[in-house]
């Protein structure tokens, strides 16, 4: 007998040969920089994935290679797990693709200029929508309804700001909507006013519905077209899977009659959007959890926005004196819903940016939880918080749920919204981490973009995509690479019960994974934002590739 030394390519062939066909590999991905975000093994070079999950992670797994297994090479380029986004708005995403993103326009005359084009597409009483108006891009005073009247004369418009807490309507729109000086707040909502008192066009949280109330809803055709839609472009962007905070039944039935048509690229963890007849019907029958949708999470609001002024704060604004936030719902009413959450097996997920509003949530959840748990509730965004607060998320397994993207969007104008005390607090990601609380990472699109290694460039280095502030604002609160992978990973997949699923790349998980065009984790700082995705694999299925 030949000794095995002489002959190492028979020594493969064998090794091959003499594993059952069971456990041969359907797909193996060789000659690659893998991060695998599985501490124990951290780096490898090649995969191989049988049945849509993880049959091996290692150096070399030719072993596993049979005559059926598509052998791919990769020839260095780098592979990280598939990116999740623990709170995005997919159905808000695809209506943005369908129209255009007003986020970077830099004068209000650009935006009546959108409208006026869009008025010439359509008809005469058709409504103009669009979103992502920034009023800080302009020196920062709210528009005015007159500023669109000349652009839509005959069409009611109604523009989202970016943070989606801030409506713009023109003249049209609010006579059509009955808007008058005598028109009372909503509890939660505010109507911008001028001086005599008369509206002026701009409406911030619940006061938004008086006027997107008369909007006609989309159709089911519509939210299907749109899902599918934002879908294919978090596939194309490394997303294999987003946390859809805040669904409907149109959305549900939606995301069910893609995976039927097989059009679903990507997985999906729903939250239920609020108190309604949804939520019922879920805690009648429990929990659904499937392979690419899950519903088992709750979305509620405690507060508006920093952009807007809506966010709770306890001390009023510091560059509005008068003003201290919109607290939507009160510690009784959360507690109310946690409980019956908890007892059926349901995650609560609440929106909470002020450092009032986050406080009233975490008074809700640690009345109904009473210490430590594994229910993994979450406040969602959690920006601003006061000092003695954190630990209490770690008293009672709270989880934030935060997007690195809004730290860098509004470093801008922050410190002059809260003054430099609450800044302390702010978007505090290595506060949380220090204490041992995982950060579950996100963009929260179509607020910010939904491009993932945005985000990861915004935790790694707290800066513009230009490189400023140099240094990074507030640095000490800075990830590190290996800080920002594991938050776009496994601690998105914490966040929803899924980390024995998904999030790393071991054996028996989920074959999701992205190849990249550079290697993130190596590459100067200012090259992260310029990554390509080269392929997705969902359960070892390529669903995006560039060519």
């Known amino acids: 007998m030949l000794p095995i030394v002489a002959l190492p390519g028979l020594f493969v062939l064998c090794m091959s040969a003499s594993l059952p066909p069971e456990q041969h590999a359907d797909l193996v991905i060789e000659n690659a920089t893998i991060y695998t975000v599985n501490k124990a093994q951290p780096k490898v070079r090649a995969l191989a994935v049988k049945a849509g999950r993880i049959l091996a992670a290692r150096d070399d797994v030719s072993a596993y290679a049979g005559p059926s297994t598509q052998r791919l090479d990769l020839h260095g380029a780098t592979v990280v797990p598939g990116l999740i986004d623990s709170h995005g708005h997919l159905e808000g995403l695809g209506a943005l693709l369908e129209s255009s993103d007003l986020r970077h ?53 109604f523009l989202r700001r970016v943070d989606g807490h801030a409506g713009w309507a023109n003249s049209v729109a609010l006579k059509l909507a009955g ?8 509890a939660g909502g505010r109507i911008v006013k001028d001086e005599r008192g008369e509206p002026t066009g701009v409406f911030v949280d619940k006061a938004m519905s008086l006027v997107a109330s008369k909007i006609p809803a989309p159709t089911a055709a519509q939210v299907q077209r749109r899902l599918e839609l934002a879908t294919r472009e978090c596939a194309r962007l490394g997303l294999t899977t987003v946390h859809d905070a805040g669904v409907s039944q149109l959305d549900v039935d939606a995301y069910r009659a893609l995976i039927a048509g097989k059009q679903l690229p990507i997985r999906v963890y729903a ?25 088992r999470s709750i979305k509620l609001f405690a507060d508006g926005a920093l952009g807007s002024r809506g966010a709770a704060l306890w001390q009023p604004y510091s560059d509005d004196p008068g003003n201290s936030g919109l607290l939507f719902t009160t510690k009784e009413e959360i507690e109310k819903v946690a409980r019956d959450a908890a007892a059926h097996g349901f995650q609560v997920c609440t929106h909470a940016i002020g450092d009032r509003a986050n406080r009233t949530v975490l008074d809700g959840y640690a009345a109904a939880l009473g210490g430590p748990n594994d229910k993994r509730f979450r406040i969602e965004h959690a920006q601003v918080i006061s000092l003695l607060d954190f630990q209490r998320f770690k008293d009672y397994s709270i989880l934030p749920s935060m997007q690195s993207t809004h730290a860098t969007s509004d470093m801008r104008w922050i410190a002059q919204r809260v003054g430099p005390d609450r800044v ?46 140099p240094g990074g604002w507030t640095p000490s609160q800075r990830m590190t690479r290996a800080e920002a992978l594991e938050s776009w990973t496994l601690s998105g997949a914490h966040a929803a019960f899924e980390e024995q699923a998904k999030g790393s790349l071991e054996p028996g998980k989920l074959a999701d994974f992205i190849v990249l065009d550079r290697d993130i984790m190596e590459i100067p700082e200012l090259q992260i934002p310029k990554t390509r995705v080269l392929k997705t694999f969902l359960g070892g299925r390529l669903v ?3 060519k």
């Open 105 to 157: 326009v830099k004068t209000v005359a650009e935006v009546a200029e959108y409208v006026r084009k869009q008025v010439a597409q359509s008809k005469p009483g058709e409504w103009v929508v669009g979103r992502n108006w920034d009023q800080t891009n302009w020196g920062g005073p709210f528009p005015f309804a007159r500023d669109l009247d000349a652009a839509a004369p005959a069409n009611p418009v």
């Open 179 to 186: 808007v008058t000086a005598q028109t009372p707040e909503p």
């Open 271 to 295: 939250m239920i959007g609020g108190v309604g007849p949804l939520w019922r019907e879920y805690l009648k029958q429990g929990p659904e959890t499937g392979d690419q949708l899950t519903v």
């Open 424 to 469: 302390a607090g702010a978007y505090a990601w290595q506060t949380f981490l220090k204490l041992g609380i995982p950060v579950a990472n996100g963009s929260d699109f179509p607020v910010e973009e939904p491009n993932p290694m945005l985000g990861l460039y915004a935790a790694i280095t707290r800066q513009d995509v230009e490189g400023n502030p």
């Open 544 to 546: 995006h590739e560039i």
